[in-house]
Nanobody, 124 residues
Framework: QVQLVESGGGLVQAGGSLKLSCAVS????????MGWFRQAPGKEREFVAT????????GYADSVKGRFIISRDNGKNTVYLQMNSLKPEDSAVYYC?????????????????WGQGTQVTVSS
């Protein structure tokens, strides 16, 4: 089965940048669409970004559009989330997820495998 491991989280000041990585154990993972979701304390898990298996299609939540970039390197079996101009409201545990269909989705219920999450904290 697919195993996903996130890394790259940490503490950053508002306006700064972080780049998250998600390594996928199933190789190659080129057939999977990928997504990033986040969950803050006391909040529901929310969609952040998604990318198709080919990498040609992407989608973003309105709250991060223009600031975050999702990408993938199928040769390295890794998906990335470049986060720029970070705001305190971006603070959350960030999860990567894989979808077997290969198509982008904004719904967490449509993803099949999940990582354990990585903490991102943005200070004001």
């Amino acid at each position: 089965q697919v195993q996903l491991v996130e890394s790259g989280g940490g503490l950053v000041q508002a306006g700064g940048s972080l780049k998250l990585s998600c390594a996928v154990s199933r190789r190659p993972f080129s057939g999977y669409a990928m997504g990033w979701f986040r969950q803050a304390p006391g909040k529901e898990r929310e969609f952040v970004a998604t990318i198709s298996a080919s990498g040609l299609s992407t989608g973003y939540a309105d709250s991060v559009k223009g600031r975050f970039i999702i990408s993938r390197d199928n040769g390295k079996n890794t998906v990335y989330l470049q986060m720029n101009s970070l705001k305190p409201e971006d603070s959350a545990v960030y999860y990567c997820a894989a979808r077997r269909s290969g198509f982008t989705s904004i719904s967490s219920s449509e993803f099949d495998s999940w990582g354990q999450g990585t903490q991102v904290t943005v200070s004001s």
